[in-house]
């Protein structure tokens, strides 16, 4: 088994025996300890035994600043977006 030093979020290619895989890691469910969750670019999601894994590597790690949401501002108005029913309000003075 190879040294897995990725976390969720990560974008990581898996070297197995066959065949690569690229993806992004997936929170695995507590009972899966056992095994990685990718979702592929394809959209499907993927487990993978560790045991089959053979070498990985990090192609992008993941970072909070990728979630930003940019939006125009106004200066001298209130402004506001709106995520998952969650306001969030900007003052520029």
Known sequence: MANLNF???DKVRLRLAKS???GLVL????NEKDTILLKLESGYNVGVNKE???GSRILKKFSNADDEIE???I???EN??????EKIFVHIN
């Open 52 to 54: 089959n894994i053979l």
């Open 27 to 30: 929170e695995s469910p507590g």
């Open 80 to 85: 506001k977006i709106d995520v998952d029913n």
């Open 71 to 73: 939006f125009g501002l």
């Open 7 to 9: 976390n969720p979020g």
């Open 75 to 77: 200066r001298g108005k």
């Open 20 to 22: 690569e895989l690229d």
